[in-house]
């Protein structure tokens, strides 16, 4: 019989776990004011998880990447690590105009196996730090190396579990649309919360609340009101992303979830979704809401359905205020 390993010495294969293990190391071997793990997204820096206590900065915090010391850092122009950020020009400039009071920084970037900037571990302190913090620069090395390693086995592992997923999903639709129906959208969310969380991906949440169905049902029927929802649907489908996840809720409401959108990108999406609508003989009322680590999916549907209903108030009021005149 095989011996059995006690589980903290098993090697772990979440990108979580493994951050949080290399923050708390790294605080108790090179301890400085603050050390954390970040995400860039775009032109935005995330962080997804803090070790120190100079400052207060929960996970979620998202700040503006160009304006970070790490830019630099990635891009060659800065050290990686500055006892003393008086020293480097670029980051003296920097430090003095951020939010937070940094004398002393250490940052290496995380890299995916096929070269794409993931995020950053980075270390600050309010105050200067002896020169021999350089020397820590091959730990930081190795420590940011394993941290990128563990990441492509996450993304790997999410990728394959995604897949299977998306094959259970299909089994989950809506007769009418061919669409996933509610329950296929509550269980991506569940499957999916913890994995958003986790990397701090990008995401937004869009719902969508048909016009003039009941319109359509008196007037001309049941099945004119079907085919009013399938053409609905079809528009969607049409607009949204490979990766994105569209759903019919129920009735005349219709979810999507974005996965890896901006907020802008959402703006974008609705843009194109409208259109596309129009074009096909339907019309409604959209709302859409970025995704945070710190509300999760609940949190951005509840502000979508509010930013959906608020359009749908306007927009009754100003038929409302045209027939009046």
Not at 113 to 137: H, I, K, N
């Amino acid at each position: 019989m095989a011996p059995v390993v006690a589980d903290a010495l098993l090697p772990t294969r979440s990108f979580d776990v493994a951050c949080r293990r290399v923050l708390e190391y790294l605080q108790q071997t090179v301890p400085l004011g603050g050390w954390a793990v970040t995400r860039v997204i775009g032109d935005r820096q995330v962080l997804l998880r803090a070790e120190g206590n100079a400052y207060e900065l929960p996970p979620g915090t998202s700040l503006p990447f160009t304006e970070s010391l790490c830019h630099t850092m990635v891009e060659g122009i800065t050290p990686r690590i500055a006892p003393d950020v008086r020293e480097v020009p670029q980051y003296a400039e920097m430090a003095a105009a951020a939010p937070l009071d940094v004398s002393a920084y250490v940052g290496t970037p995380i890299v995916s196996g096929d070269g794409w900037l993931f995020g950053t571990v980075c270390g600050y302190d309010p105050s200067p730090q002896p020169e021999a913090l350089r020397d820590q620069l091959p730990l930081l090395d190795l420590l940011s190396g394993l941290l990128s390693a563990v990441l492509d086995a996450d993304l790997s592992a999410t990728a394959a579990s995604r897949e299977l997923e998306r094959a259970r999903h299909e089994a989950e639709t809506d007769a009418l649309t061919g669409l996933l129906n509610r329950r296929g959208r509550d269980r991506f969310v569940e499957q999916e919360e913890d994995r958003f969380r986790r990397f701090g991906d990008a995401a937004a949440v869009v719902v969508l609340d048909l016009d003039n169905l009941k319109t359509v049902n008196d007037l001309q029927g049941h099945d004119a009101g079907d085919e009013y929802i399938r053409r609905a649907g079809a528009s969607l489908a049409a607009t949204v992303r490979r990766d994105d996840v569209l759903a019919r809720l129920g009735g005349d409401e219709f979810g999507i979830i974005a996965v890896g959108a901006t907020p802008d990108e959402a703006a974008e999406l609705v843009g194109r979704a409208e259109r596309a609508l129009a074009e096909a003989g339907v019309s409604g009322s959209f709302g859409h809401a970025p995704y945070s680590i710190v509300t999760g999916f609940p949190g951005a549907w509840k502000a979508a359905d509010e930013a959906m209903y608020a359009q749908k108030r306007a927009r009754r009021a100003g038929l409302s205020g045209t027939a009046g005149r």
